[in-house]
């Protein structure tokens, strides 16, 4: 178990606040170790340091001689109208034919090669990074937040790749569920400190709970002592009797000392209001369109969603969660068909990005005041604002001075001191951390009312999930089963490939029939010559559709959308045509 990277007694101070104080951790180059801490602790500051894009204030970073060192980038590191093929050339430096080896381990189609990479997703994006890094053969990765906005399917091609990766990784991420299938250990940073645990990370937290209980229980010990002492002292100290005793104790008293307790720090405290239990229909729609006035995303949406339940929304990245969401709570309205809320719903709304609109020049007790329901007094206010740890100077500062996950905490406060009995939030866990995203979920499973949700994290979706509702190829509908089997689904059709975002090389869709297959020779190389080709061209305007679909979600002027919708018209005839031609030349390919 070789050492790579290493720091030894190291300082980082930020203003006032002491991010690694006196610190040293070790990382070899064969475990797969998970980063825990409370935002603001220092992880991200910690993964800046470990690559040398920061200096230490003091002590010291060894880096091995046989260090490799790769890291998942957040930010863009493509240049204007760079291929992928082109970025990962420049990148690594490696020839065409071993970039598109190794793009392919991560299914980027050859299709995709030649396309520029900032027109990609963000789910494919992070494909191309990954196969950068591989194609540098690092012996030690870092990875801050690799999941953030990726959808299942690239979650799970990321944890494969994480797990059969045969050397070490810093993984940092607020995920319960993916550091727990990527990591074998855990590296906390607490108060700067950095303390290393064998097991995962929910070995790491059933060990701080008992640490936890174990130090209260020591300090309860001492202070019974310190107690007891202070009697004796204060009835002795006057008796010349028994003056020496006193002193003797007194030196006693003042060896005594509170041990820190471990996972101590502030916590946010998630209450929602009282909802009254109720029965039936909390919605129905009927024959229900969503979508955009030139781009139906879906059609035909039966739902029935009852008092009570908490429903987690599923579905590919741009396949339409959140445009279902939107006409749900009534900022998007639908194309056609019916959406009814039962008798009595009051809906509460947490949106994806509503943080990032907030009224900059309010104060964060300004905000939650305006966000009160009629009748709230200041100190019910004030409450809420400090269980969301807004107290003391934080209550009066400005939104625009927040940082992302104190501003998702306030919109969330501000929820809390509204009466809903019905809630749909949009990614309600991105920006908190692991801690945080623990408590609200906790709070929703107290929660009597009824809650429509979506979310990345995969942990949390487990947790809160009662129902499970799949938005998929233009379908809004109930998925017959648990949120579980749904991730059982989707990890079987990316292992078969049978959902493919692109063709998978040398192998027929399921059901397409063949016919009789030559012997050999020439005219067999020219058929699997002509199938590549029909591939290819398949991959490519498959893409091209879903370019085109991502397009028209963002479209606002009429003449530019007609023109979009019937390009989207011609590449979906031209795809029919191809794949009868594929399946002609397969046919003629059939082992006999």
């Known amino acids: 178990m070789p050492v790579v990277l290493q720091l030894q007694n190291a300082f980082k101070r930020y203003g006032h606040q002491e991010l690694l104080d006196g610190t040293s951790c070790a990382l070899p180059d064969d475990e797969k170790v998970g980063l825990i801490g409370r935002n603001g602790a220092g992880k991200s500051t910690l993964c800046r340091v470990l690559l040398g894009e920061e200096e230490l204030d003091s002590g010291e970073l060894v880096r091995g001689r046989k260090l490799r060192l790769g890291y998942l980038r957040q930010h863009d590191p493509f240049l204007d109208g760079e291929t992928v093929i082109g970025f990962l050339q420049r990148d690594s430096g490696q020839p065409e034919w071993r970039c598109g080896e190794i793009a392919w381990q991560f299914q980027i189609p050859d299709s995709m090669l030649d396309q520029p990479v900032r027109q990609l997703s963000g789910g494919w994006q992070t494909r191309v990074k990954l196969a950068a890094l591989l194609l540098h053969d690092p012996n030690l990765l870092i990875l801050d937040e690799p999941t953030n906005f990726l959808d299942l399917r690239t979650q799970l091609l990321l944890e494969g790749f994480l797990r059969s990766f045969p ?269 945080t995203v623990e408590a609200l979920a906790d709070a929703l499973c107290r929660y009597r009312g009824t809650v429509i949700f979506t979310s990345h994290d995969r942990y949390f979706m487990q947790r809160v999930a009662t129902a499970v509702i799949e938005v998929r190829d233009g379908r809004v509908a109930s998925y017959p089963a648990s949120f579980e089997d749904y991730v059982y689904r989707v990890q079987k059709e990316l292992d078969a490939g049978l959902r493919a975002e692109h063709v998978v090389r040398g192998k027929p869709p399921a059901g397409a029939t063949t016919g009789p297959r030559p012997v050999g020779g020439k005219e067999e190389r020219e058929l699997q010559k002509q199938l590549r080709s029909v591939e290819r061209k398949i991959a490519k305007l498959d893409e091209e559709k879903k370019e085109l679909n991502a397009r028209l979600m963002k479209i606002t002027d009429a003449a530019e959308a007609q023109k979009t919708h019937d390009q989207l018209s011609t590449i979906t005839n031209e795809l029919a045509q191809l794949e009868e031609e594929w399946l002609e030349i397969s046919g003629s390919l059939e082992v006999n």
């Not at 936890?212 to 009835?235: C, G, P, S």
């Not at 039962?342 to 994806?352: D, R, S």
């Open 167 to 435: 050397a070490g990784c810093l993984v940092v991420s607020h995920d319960r569920s993916f550091l727990k299938r990527t990591c074998t250990q855990t590296l906390e940073l607490s108060r700067g400190k950095l303390t290393m645990f064998p097991g995962d990370v929910d070995s790491y937290l059933e060990n701080l709970a008992e640490r936890r209980e174990h130090d209260l229980r020591v300090n309860a010990a001492t202070l019974t002592k310190r107690k007891q002492l202070e009697t004796f002292i204060n009835k002795n100290r006057a008796n010349a009797n028994t003056a020496s005793q006193a002193r003797s104790k007194a030196k006693q008293l003042e060896r005594l000392e509170l041990v820190e307790v471990q996972g101590q720090e502030a916590t946010v405290r998630f209450s929602f209001p009282e909802s009254e239990v109720r029965q039936g229909t909390a919605l129905r729609t009927e024959q229900l369109a969503i979508g955009y006035p030139d781009n139906e995303v879906a059609t035909e949406v039966q739902l029935e969603v009852e008092h009570g339940t908490r429903v987690g929304v599923v579905g590919d990245n741009g396949q339409g969660k959140t445009t279902f969401l939107r006409t749900v709570c009534g900022s998007l309205k639908p194309l056609a068909g019916s959406l009814k809320w039962g008798y009595g719903c009051q809906v509460g709304v947490y949106a994806q990005h509503v943080y990032t609109t907030l009224p900059k020049n309010q104060t964060v007790e300004d905000y939650l005041y305006n966000q009160a329901a009629p009748g709230t007094v200041m100190q019910q206010i004030k409450d809420v604002a400090g269980s969301f740890l807004f107290s003391g100077d934080m209550i009066e500062k400005k939104i625009n001075v927040l940082s992302g996950g104190e501003r998702a905490r306030l919109v969330l406060a501000g929820l809390l001191l509204q009466q809903h009995n019905v809630l749909v939030l949009d990614e309600p866990g991105n920006h908190l951390d692991v801690e």
